[in-house]
């Protein structure tokens, strides 16, 4: 099993509304990692786990909480987004911090209105 | 500072070899991956360079030098399918594993 999964496809919410993304990987991977992209732009880093530790922080604001509840799983929390947050939000994995090879998920599309 | 930099466009026809650069200059250097991404979809692994040299894998090839910090992406034997935008990333330093992209090649294939 070579894949990661993420859920839901698509989003959307309003400014006031707390919501959830997740991610999940059966690859043994203990490096896992939340990247938001914009269209046209390249994927851009917001969190990176390494084993079910916060390693990286990408300077995200508040609004955005990721949570690793276990090895396999990564979510991030969403409350009181903006509509500039409104992007393709990747999750992906690799074996360990320093693996060769990052396989990303399909992404959730997050619309904020 | 950290730099990454590819063209932003390129076309080429059907059955042709295109090749797509990549320059960086970043603090640090453990590894540069190729990525392929279609419109509305995630991106996919093609290649990994951390010494330099060619590697061959099928119809794509990626080189490094970096004492240049250059690499390139080659595809061979261009079929539609591969119009795509093609992601140069970095890893910058061994501690932290976060890539750092480039801003893409937008490659358009026509017949």
């Known amino acids: 099993d070579t894949e990661v999964t993420q859920t839901p496809k698509h989003l959307v919410m309003g400014m006031t509304n707390k919501k959830s993304l997740k991610c999940e990987q059966h690859m043994g991977h203990r490096a896992m990692y939340w990247y938001k992209q914009k269209a046209k732009k390249p994927p851009e880093l917001m969190f990176v786990y390494s084993y079910e530790k916060l390693s990286i922080n990408e300077s995200v604001p508040s609004r955005f909480s990721p949570e690793c509840p276990n090895s396999s799983l990564l979510n991030l929390h969403l409350h009181a987004l903006q509509p500039e947050d409104s992007a393709l939000y990747l999750c992906?994995?690799?074996?360990?911090?320093?693996?060769?090879?990052?396989?990303f998920g399909p992404g959730t599309r997050l619309t904020v209105t | 500072g950290q730099n990454i930099d590819q063209p932003t466009e390129m076309t080429a026809t059907e059955g042709a070899i295109v090749q797509i650069n990549c320059t960086y200059q970043?603090?640090?250097?453990?590894?540069l991956f190729w990525y392929q991404q279609h419109a509305g979809e995630a991106p996919t692994f093609l290649s990994y360079n951390v010494l330099d040299g060619l590697e061959e894998k099928g119809r794509f090839s990626s080189f490094l030098s970096r004492s240049k910090g250059y690499s390139y992406l080659l595809l061979k034997e261009l079929q539609m399918k591969d119009s795509a935008s093609y992601l140069c990333a970095v890893r910058g330093n061994q501690a932290g594993t976060a890539l750092i992209f480039g801003k893409g090649t937008t490659l358009s294939v026509s017949s």
């Open positions: 992906a994995s690799s074996l360990q911090a320093g693996g060769s090879e990052q396989y």
């Open positions: 970043t603090s640090g250097f453990n590894g």
